[in-house]
Each structure stands twice: as structure tokens, then as C-alpha cells.
């Protein structure tokens, strides 16, 4: 079978198709939107992860008639009473321009105290099949943002966020430690048995 990741951010594929094929799901292809029809991305308008989640898998599976696994993430930071949130890929109002996105963020953070400084990395991940069964889970990871960005892995706001328990930046760990530990990885993880129902097995 066939599984598409529908999402339209490079690097955040490179992560949901690693966590993926390390979990090896049985039967279970995986491809993503360059080996498929091109179809247009909908806006992201709901409130939340889940919502905007079911939403672009939805479109993916109506769009390709294949099983489609998409994300919605962020970062919620307590300061600002959960912001970005959904607004983090264009909080800068750039979509998708990490360096404008984390230097506002950082700006607007700078007269808040170390210890007010938590936030968390939240992921919805949704799978829904062509015949419209549809499942949404969510995972987070907690920490906080620091003042000078570190770091050279991942994406996003990697390099200003420091998880509970880890002496650096999410950009200085390991892929294959930040899979382990991070919002997405736990999403995906709890998203496999249903993969592997789908499957059929
Ligand atoms: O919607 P798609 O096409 O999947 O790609 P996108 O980049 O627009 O993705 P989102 O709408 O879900 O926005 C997520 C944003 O949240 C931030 N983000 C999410 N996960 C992150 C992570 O693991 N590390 C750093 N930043 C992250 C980053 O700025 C992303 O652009
Ligand atoms: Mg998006």
C-alpha cells in the first residue's frame, strides 16, 4: 500500500518520511507530493493542529485517491498564550522564511524573564483513507526558547528551542535523537497502529 505525505515543507518531510521507514510499517510505501499529480495547497484556516491536520489530508486523499498522512505543527509559546501556534510557518507574515520567523519571535520575547520563557512543539498528524476513515493524533515537547540561536539541524525554530532534559537547541541534536524525542516523532508513533491496520495487517 502506498502511503502519501502531504506536506509541502522539504525539510519537515525529510522528518516524517525518516520516522516513518524507521518504524518499517509492513506493506506500507511511502511517497511524497513530487511523485504524485500536482494539486493546489488549501489555505490553513482552522484554529487548530487537528483541524488544519485532517484538512490537508483530506485534500491529499481526495486529490490523489491515496492514503495520505499530513502534519500540522508549531511552536505554542506560554508568554504569548500559546503563539505562534498555527501561525508559525508565517508568523513573520513570510510563510515558511525560518529566519524572519524565529528573529520576530526571539524580539518579542526579550524582556521575558528566563523563567517565563516555556513553550512546547505541538504536531497533529492525520491520516485519512480514500474512503474517508480518518484518525488525528497529537504529540508535544516541552522546553523553552533561548536568546541566541544555536544550532545547524532541523528546521523552523530548532535553533532557539532548548527540550526539557537536553543541555542545547533542538538544531544541536542528532536527527535520529530529535526523532526519538520530538512532537512529530511522538505523533507518528502514535499514528502507526492505524497505519498498520490500513495495511492490513
Ligand atoms: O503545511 P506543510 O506543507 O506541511 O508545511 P508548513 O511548513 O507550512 O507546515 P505547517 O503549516 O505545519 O507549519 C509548521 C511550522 O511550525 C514550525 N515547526 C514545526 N515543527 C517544527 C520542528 O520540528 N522544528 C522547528 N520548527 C517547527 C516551522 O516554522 C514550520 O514551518
Ligand atoms: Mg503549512
Redesign the pocket.
Known sequence: MKVLLA???AK?LG?LRRILEAAGVAGVEVVGLADVPEFP?AP?TDPTFEG?ALA?ARDAAAATGLPSV??????AVDALNGMPGVL??RWSGK??D?AA?LELLLGQLRDVPDERRGAA?V?AAALVAPGGAQVVVRGEWRGEIVREPAGAN?????PI?RPEGCAGT?AELSPEDKDRL???GRALRLLLPHLRELAGG
Not at 154 to 158: C, H, L, Q, R
Open positions: 506536506s509541502r515543507n519537515k522528518e495547497e490553513e488544519n490537508k499530513a502534519d500540522d505543527s508549531g511552536i508559525s510557518a510563510h515558511g525560518d520567523n512543539f504536531c532541523g528546521f523552523g525554530y530548532d528551542f533542538s520530538s512532537h512529530r
